[in-house]
């Protein structure tokens, strides 16, 4: 079983609609928790963590379930610029390494 | 955010050559830097942790013969592709740690373009 998986999508929304996604992870002792965003043939980019509480950024709200070990991240009003791919991340033993999974795919239309 | 750089963002080789790649934290030091390879529409893979001051740790299954890393200094580490082939062709990507409060957080670099003829 992978570290982190991830639903590939593609997600293809209209503008201004809401998206939402889950990420799964197989260890349970993980500590920390990531959502990134990839552009097509760029880096990626952090977009925010993921806090036990959940937590909210502009439109972007994401949420962690310990118990189910899943984390999920949910786009509001999505515009164009939100076309990307967003990568679930997780550190699986608090020693700095990162697992990833393989992204879901998200594609807003006008 | 912290800022990472790489060079080059892409280099074309050809077969039986070596390739360095340079990763340096630009605003900030980086005693501990990552290297990944990511192949189209998978998932970043992490090759190995580059410690400053000391040798790599790499992971399972990646050569450490073939991809050599220098950590010299607390803002540059160097990946260098031995004898790179054409399998080697991928998108390698360096990251740096930061750490803010209690939590880790991993700044990536622009990465690098590797094809191998």
């Known amino acids: 079983r992978k570290e982190v998986e991830q639903d590939p999508g593609p997600f293809n929304v209209p503008e201004g609609a809401t998206v939402a996604f889950n990420c799964t992870y197989s260890?349970?002792?993980?500590?920390?928790f990531f959502w990134y965003r990839q552009d097509c043939r760029k880096e990626p980019k952090l977009l925010m963590s993921?806090?036990?509480s959940g937590n909210e950024d502009g439109r972007f709200t994401a949420q962690l379930n310990r118990a189910s070990q899943y984390i999920s991240l949910l786009i509001r009003d999505s515009k164009l610029s939100d076309s990307a791919t967003y990568l679930c991340?997780?550190?699986?033993?608090?020693?700095?390494?990162?697992?990833f999974g393989a992204g879901t795919t998200v594609t807003v239309r006008a | 955010g912290a800022v990472v750089s790489q060079h080059p963002s892409r280099v074309i080789c050809k077969s039986g050559t070596s390739v360095k790649i340079e990763c340096r934290s630009l605003?900030?030091?980086?005693?501990?830097m990552f290297w990944y390879r990511q192949f189209p529409k998978k998932s970043l893979m992490l090759m190995a942790t580059?410690?400053?001051?000391?040798?790599?740790?790499?992971e399972q299954g990646v050569e450490k013969d073939k991809f050599l890393i220098n950590h010299a200094s607390l803002t540059l580490s160097t990946l260098t592709v031995t004898s790179a082939h054409p399998e080697d062709s991928s998108f390698y990507i360096c990251?740096?740690?930061?750490?803010?409060?209690?939590?880790?957080?991993?700044?990536f670099g622009p990465g690098t373009r590797l094809l191998v003829l």
């Open positions: 990251s740096a740690s930061v750490t803010g409060g209690q939590r880790e957080t991993q700044y």
């Open positions: 260890n349970s002792a993980s500590q920390s």
């Open positions: 993921v806090y036990s």
């Open positions: 991340v997780v550190n699986p033993a608090n020693d700095y390494k990162l697992s």
């Open positions: 605003d900030f030091q980086a005693t501990t």
């Open positions: 580059s410690n400053e001051g000391s040798k790599a740790t790499y």
